[in-house]
């Protein structure tokens, strides 16, 4: 399959995968990152305990669980363009549904309607968007797309913190709305990638194409497959449970509220800086090799809390954000580099299942986990991280070619 390498192309790409990291910066930000700054005056302000502020967004996650694979056969039929411009639409409904919450009820359904615009308006989303315009050569417009993506905590924390301290959490939300259907809508309305091409050969006929594909479904049973399915699993639950506690964290290891904000903003540009190397190094090394060493990100920054203390507070952050950012990022292209791109958003989907089934409790169980063990929760995280580089070496890199 021919791909367009012209510079005017070249240019093109790299233009739209930065705004839509822009897109993916807001969705980010007014939705996985929301919990971490205003779970508290929430649940103090509904007279809710805080797990139940986490057991509604963990409803969210459980519902993207749910729809991620028909999500991902949407776009692999029809393309990215009109799935992402209504998740903008979804996520400003949500958002609105919790800035006027009363009870427990409508925080539930704010959280399960903000769990629809996390199926189809974050990462997998975009990634088989771009899979299905570019295929293999998609690669490098993901990783770009990560980029400003990982911004997301730097921007949303301090700024959620800062309008919940002058005008209160509903106001931020309804700001981050209001952000949905203009910014980020018009953003996609003009730069969401249309359409989407076959990735079949050129030469092979559609029906045989067709039935191959229905006696080679992508399934979670088989070996890569199910190896991939560990590995962002609890690269997931890691995230999803960091980008949940880490301020408290850091505030349980001495640091004061105000600095533990600041040194977790940090995780933002470490994960861009990650980004950038590896967008550097696309044409380079396999994805592969950078997911492994970001295995040991995680692993470095809760060593270095747990010995060192308030003062690790910030290599903490840029450790786990540097490891973090590429093993995301990979959620994106391990796939593309093992299967390819056709029924890339449907192979997405799937390893989607588990992955956000084990989002859906990691902030309420790792929230229990710090109130057991403190701190030493950390070792927890660090033990899954140590098992994801035991099974990114499993899947042996001679394994990987499409």
Not at 112 to 127: C, K
Not at 179 to 196: D, E, S
Not at 360 to 378: S, V
Request: proline share 5%.
């Amino acid at each position: 399959m021919n791909e367009e390498t012209s510079p005017a192309d070249l240019r093109r790409r790299t233009v739209s995968s930065i705004i839509l990291g822009g897109t993916q910066m807001l969705a980010w930000g007014s939705s996985y990152y929301l919990p971490a700054i205003i779970a508290a005056p929430v649940s103090r302000d509904l007279n809710l305990p805080l797990t139940w502020f986490f057991g509604a967004f963990s409803v969210a996650l459980f519902v993207s669980a749910v729809l991620s694979p028909a999500a991902g056969r949407w776009v692999d039929r029809h393309g990215g363009f009109g799935i992402l411009c209504f998740s903008n639409v979804v996520f400003a409904a949500g958002l609105l549904l919790l800035a006027t919450s009363d009870g427990v009820i409508m925080l539930f359904l704010a959280w399960s309607l903000l769990g629809v615009g996390i199926t189809i308006g974050l990462y997998e989303t975009i990634f088989a968007a771009l899979a299905g315009v570019y295929g293999q050569a998609a690669r490098g417009p993901i990783v770009m797309v990560s980029v400003l993506g990982g911004l997301a905590s730097t921007v949303s924390w301090p700024a959620t913190a800062w309008m919940e301290a002058e005008y209160g959490w509903r106001f931020a939300c309804l700001v981050w709305a209001a952000l949905h259907m203009t910014l980020g809508l018009g953003l996609h309305l003009l730069f969401a990638p249309r359409g989407v091409r076959s990735a079949r050969p050129d030469d092979t006929p559609e029906e045989a194409v067709d039935r191959d594909a229905q006696k080679n479904e992508p399934r979670l049973t088989e070996r890569r497959m199910a190896l991939l399915a560990f590995v962002f699993t609890a690269v997931w639950f890691i995230t999803t449970a960091m980008a949940s506690h880490l301020p408290n964290l850091l505030q349980i290891a001495g640091v004061s509220a105000t600095a533990a904000i600041f040194a977790s903003a940090l995780v933002g540009p470490a994960q861009v800086l990650a980004r950038l190397m590896e967008y550097g190094l696309t044409r380079h090394l396999h994805p592969m090799f950078s997911a492994r060493i970001a295995a040991l990100g995680h692993p470095l920054a809760a060593i270095a809390l747990l010995t060192l203390g308030p003062i690790a507070a910030i290599p903490c952050a840029v450790l786990h954000g540097f490891g973090n950012g590429i093993l995301t990022t990979a959620k994106g292209t391990l796939p593309l580099a093992i299967f390819g791109s056709y029924r890339y958003g449907f192979r997405q989907g799937l390893l989607s299942i588990p992955a956000r089934l084990v989002q859906a409790f990691a902030p309420l169980a790792f929230g229990f986990m710090i109130e057991w063990w403190g701190l030493w929760a950390l070792l927890v995280s660090t033990a899954l991280s140590l098992l994801i580089l035991i099974a990114l070496f499993a899947l042996r890199t001679d394994e990987t070619a499409p």
